[in-house]
């Protein structure tokens, strides 16, 4: 499926987006993602290019937090990989990485130069509450596949996730080295 577009794509689901059409795409994530892009990643893959379902797109992404690295950058590999090969994952990566790139190394610059003015630590400090925001959003958004199924493995696996690290504050490694077996243990027993 590299290289060819499947003859028959699901309802609701749209042709398997071109090496350019990757770049693109993740372009636009890169460029409206403030404060991190996982929200415009859903946003664009799930909603509106329907590259994804929501399912999909949470499953793949679960495999992207689990991996080394930054999980947006991993999902752009590994999506781009799994639709054009070498060249997905390249045009995928480059739509991702290039933009933000260029900003930092600006954004370095003049922080060097203006960064003890006050009126930027206090334009900061809102910038940081909005993406604090946007991620309690997405995060709601990718809860509710599992919620619509009601209470169930997953569910369940997700919130002994959050209680141990958020409320019981147990190191995240030790916790995911537990339930990761566990999650995917129990995700292959129902599908066999």
């Known amino acids: 499926m590299h290289d060819s577009v ?11 987006p071109t090496a350019t059409e990757l770049f693109f795409g993740f372009l636009q994530i890169t460029l409206s993602g403030f404060g991190g892009v996982l929200a415009w990643a859903r946003r664009v893959i799930v909603q509106e290019r329907r590259w994804m379902s929501a399912e999909e797109f949470n499953e793949l992404f679960a495999l992207c937090q689990f991996l080394p690295g930054p999980n947006i950058v991993n999902f752009s590999l590994i999506y781009g990989a799994r639709i054009r090969g070498v060249a997905g994952a390249a045009a995928a990566f480059t739509g991702l990485m290039a933009p933000p790139t260029v900003l930092m190394i600006v ?37 509710m596949p599992l919620l619509r199924q009601g209470l169930s493995a997953g569910l369940v696996l997700a919130a002994a996730t959050f209680i141990a ?10 916790v995911l080295a537990i339930l990761v077996p566990i999650s995917i243990a129990w995700r292959w027993r129902t599908n066999s």
């Open 6 to 16: 499947a003859t028959a794509t699901p309802p609701g689901i749209a042709p398997v």
């Open 107 to 143: 954004a370095g610059v003049l922080y060097a130069r203006y960064g003890a003015v006050p009126e930027l630590h206090g334009a900061l400090t809102g910038l940081a509450a909005a993406a604090a925001g946007l991620l309690l959003a997405t995060a709601a958004q990718m809860a």
């Open 165 to 174: 690290i958020v409320v019981l504050q147990w190191p995240m490694l030790w």
